[in-house]
């Protein structure tokens, strides 16, 4: 099996998942903070690129419902901030 370039964008989105739960746990990063949305998003989104290439069902759902969830953090951002 080659290691191609859908899994190093798979890989890179498991590691800003990891990377931003990790910040949070120490206290560096904030879990309804624009940051961790984006970069869950984001990881959420490399991940769901490389299920394209080797799909896996259960994988599927989670990286959807885990793009959701951030989308609607982002959401409630913007929408806090156009009332202000």
């Given amino acids: 099996m080659a290691y191609q370039f859908h899994d190093l964008v798979g890989n890179l989105g498991v590691a800003c998942i990891l990377a931003t739960y990790l910040l949070v746990q120490l206290r ?6 624009m940051p961790y949305l ?19 069902l259960s994988a599927f759902i989670i990286e959807v419902v885990w793009l959701m969830i951030s989308l609607l953090g982002l959401l409630r951002i913007f929408l806090e901030r156009r009332v202000r």
């Fill in 28 to 33: 560096k990063l904030d879990a309804t903070g």
């Fill in 38 to 56: 984006l970069a869950n998003g984001l990881g959420a989104v490399f991940i769901l690129y490389s299920l394209g290439f080797d799909f896996n």
